[in-house]
Structure formats: structure tokens, C-alpha cells
Nanobody
Framework: QLQFAESGGGLVQPGGSLELSCVAS????????VAWFRQAPGKEREGVAC????????NYADSVKGRFTISRDNAKKTVNLQMNSLKSEDTAVYYC?????????????????????WGQGTQVTVSS
């Protein structure tokens, strides 16, 4: 059974940076596709970034391309999300999620139910 938790959220000014971490406390991320999702108040949960294993490429939502970077370290059981040039619209609860790969060349975010493992989330607030 895979279990993990997010950390690193907080309050940051527009233009600032944060790094979120997703650390496995039970099991490990090896072989899993791991993604970051976010959900703002009153909005649907949306995919932000995902990363496959064994050298598979990462994928990003258009809204964060060039600003966010996802990375993984299987030995440390960690998947990180480096967020730069943050905007107020990045304010949301950020969730880490994992799924076994289904054979696609590039990971994706839909359907949401394909991700069977979820963390509790960490709040990111971008405000001056």
C-alpha cells in the first residue's frame, strides 16, 4: 500500500517561489506515475504536472509551463514541484497523486479516477 504526504506549502508574494515535496511514508514511488494536482475554492481539481518513471518525460498544464518543474528521486521516495514566478491564480490546495502507468508515452491528468493514491494536500497562497 502506497502512502505519502505533501509539504512545503505556505504564503508567498506574487513573483516568488515555493518548492513542494511529496514523500512516501509507506511503499515507494518506483514504477508509479506521480502527479501534482491543485484545487482552488469553487473550482474543479486540475492537473498541474506529472512525471513517469524510468526516464519517461514529464508533462505540464499550459498554465504552468516554463514556471513549474516536477522532479523525482526514487531513492529518497520523493517527488518535488518547484514553483517559480508564482501568480495569484496559482493559489490552491496542491495534491500529490500516483497511479500505475497504462502504457502511454506521456503521462496525463485525466481521468482523475485513474489516480488511485492521493495525499491530504498542502495550501499554497500567493498574495501580497
Amino acid at each position: 500500500q502506497l502512502q505519502f504526504a505533501e509539504s512545503g506549502g505556505g504564503l508567498v508574494q506574487p513573483g516568488g517561489s515555493l518548492e513542494l515535496s511529496c514523500v512516501a511514508s509507506r511503499g515507494a514511488f518506483g514504477g508509479f506515475v506521480v502527479a501534482w494536482f491543485r484545487q482552488a475554492p469553487g473550482k474543479e481539481r486540475e492537473g498541474v504536472a506529472c512525471i513517469g518513471d524510468f526516464g519517461a518525460p514529464s508533462n505540464y498544464a499550459d498554465s504552468v509551463k516554463g514556471r513549474f518543474t516536477i522532479s523525482r528521486d526514487n531513492a529518497k521516495k520523493t517527488v518535488n514541484l518547484q514553483m517559480n514566478s508564482l501568480k495569484s491564480e496559482d493559489t490552491a490546495v496542491y495534491y500529490c497523486a500516483a497511479t500505475l502507468p497504462a502504457g502511454q508515452a506521456l503521462c496525463g491528468f485525466t481521468p482523475l479516477r485513474a489516480y488511485g493514491y492521493w495525499g491530504q494536500g498542502t495550501q499554497v497562497t500567493v498574495s501580497s
